[in-house]
């Protein structure tokens, strides 16, 4: 199955995919402008993961990085391209990236067309964060990341609301934490 985007349509944008012979189309995700617009540029796949550009939307409707599982769970912004200002077109990262991205190591690189310091587009990378994989073991939870995944460690808290403090913990992969009455969120912050 080969996976698209398309921009337009009576929305702002969908990323689908659809079968080599033209068959069982179907949709992985429908932009709403919130999370990006107008998609451009081929997709990159990485694992059972796809990532992709939009021109507008996101936060300051300059466009977005985003990434969708091949099943169509898991869509999420991994990035929102700043404001710019509405004289000069200037911003630090640029903005309406129009083209694909490409894969290096454990980077995203593309390019936007316009912003940057004079407004002539930029060149910007994303990093994309290592899976964290969470398993029981008695009365414990077991937390994995890959080992080549530098420069990440591992935090928790106890809410997932704006404000909420994230806590380092300790140990390399793998880290073995007791389960406890109250909720607990994990994740891997460069």
């Not at 009576?10 to 919130?34: D, M, P, Q």
């Amino acid at each position: 199955m080969a996976q698209r985007i398309t921009a337009g349509g009576g929305n702002v944008g969908t990323v689908f995919a659809i079968n080599t012979n033209g068959s069982g189309i179907t949709s992985l995700h429908v932009f709403n402008g919130a999370d990006g617009s107008n998609p451009y540029g081929k997709l990159v796949l990485v694992g059972n993961t796809l990532y992709g550009t939009t021109s507008g939307g996101g936060t300051w409707t300059n466009g977005t990085v985003f990434a969708v599982n091949t099943d169509s769970s898991g869509f999420k912004v991994m990035y929102s391209f700043t404001a710019h200002d509405p004289v000069s077109y200037t911003n630090s990262d640029g903005f309406q990236p129009f083209d694909g991205l490409v894969l290096s190591g454990d980077m995203l690189y593309g390019t936007a067309k316009l912003g940057g310091y004079y407004d002539n587009g930029t060149v910007f990378g994303v990093v994309i964060p290592p899976s964290l994989s969470l398993s029981l073991s008695g009365t414990n939870v077991i937390l994995t990341w890959p080992t080549n995944a530098v420069g990440f460690a591992l935090q928790s808290t106890t809410n997932l609301a704006p404000t909420a403090t994230w806590s380092p913990v300790a140990g390399q992969t793998p880290v073995t934490n007791p389960v406890t009455v109250s909720q607990k969120f994990f994740r891997l912050s460069r």
